[in-house]
T-cell receptor
Framework: GAVVSQHPSWVICKSGTSVKIECRSLDFQATTMFWYRQFPKQSLMLMAT?????????EQGVEKDKFLINHASLTLSTLTVTSAHPEDSSFYICSANQGWLVTEAFFGQGTRLTVV | AQTVTQSQPEMSVQEAETVTLSCTYD???????LFWYKQPPSRQMILVIRQEAYKQQNATENRFSVNFQKAAKSFSLKISDSQLGDAAMYFC????????????FGKGTSLLVTP
């Protein structure tokens, strides 16, 4: 099956610094990738939709200047949390569509971000 | 906007027994996809089963089956012969063209399996 690799699995950073999370589709081309955030004991909330070669579409309430998303190739999307604060600590998960196939979404392993 | 509702925050089942997790959704579209995902403590999202709205037949995957009632906008998951490894969070999810094919998740049901 299609594999999505997300890196790093966990990261600790200091307040005010930036951290980049990568999401790679290893064996397929991902036309569209999605970024979700999950707080403890809560559901996954969509942050943004990322299409290769174009600007990401952010959900209401998500600061696009804080959460920079780049989808420069058909196999890589990155999420950069800029000027991180403790309240940005969360679990971030990406998923990818294989081409135009929409019957399944392929998820990365997720990244646990802790801002201290 | 589409909403997905899971009204059971927690469920418990004895090993080898059957349990049903509930999910309802709200949409004005006729073409969409429904999913059940399992999230174990590792937090990796695992697809359990999916249902295309245009298909009348309920999806089945081994011990997992759904009861899809399109008119009632209901999509419940039945787990038969429950196993200890089934213990996890279960999320019901919806996707359609209107949402750009992003997944819209319910709040989840935590399933406990007792020996």
């Amino acid at each position: 099956g299609a594999v999505v690799s997300q890196h790093p699995s966990w990261v600790i950073c200091k307040s005010g610094t930036s951290v980049k999370i990568e999401c790679r589709s290893l064996d397929f081309q991902a036309t569209t990738m999605f970024w979700y955030r999950q707080f403890p004991k809560q559901s996954l909330m969509l942050m943004a939709t990322s299409n290769e070669g174009s600007k990401a579409t952010y959900e209401q309430g998500v600061e696009k200047d804080k959460f920079l998303i780049n989808h420069a190739s058909l196999t890589l999307s990155t999420l950069t949390v800029t000027s991180a604060h403790p309240e940005d600590s969360s679990f971030y998960i990406c998923s990818a569509n294989q081409g135009w196939l929409v019957t399944e979404a392929f998820f990365g392993q997720g990244t646990r971000l802790t801002v201290v | 906007a589409q909403t997905v509702t899971q009204s059971q925050p927690e469920m418990s089942v004895q090993e080898a027994e059957t349990v049903t997790l509930s999910c309802t959704y709200d949409t004005s579209e006729s073409d969409y996809y429904l999913f059940w995902y399992k999230q174990p403590p590792s937090r990796q999202m695992i697809l359990v089963i999916r249902q295309e709205a245009y298909k009348q037949q309920n999806a089945t995957e081994n011990r997992f089956s759904v009861n899809f009632q399109k008119a009632a906008k209901s999509f419940s998951l039945k787990i038969s012969d429950s196993q200890l490894g089934d213990a996890a969070m279960y999320f019901c999810a919806y996707r359609s063209r209107d949402s750009g094919y992003a997944l819209n998740f319910g709040k989840g049901t935590s399933l406990l399996v007792t020996p």
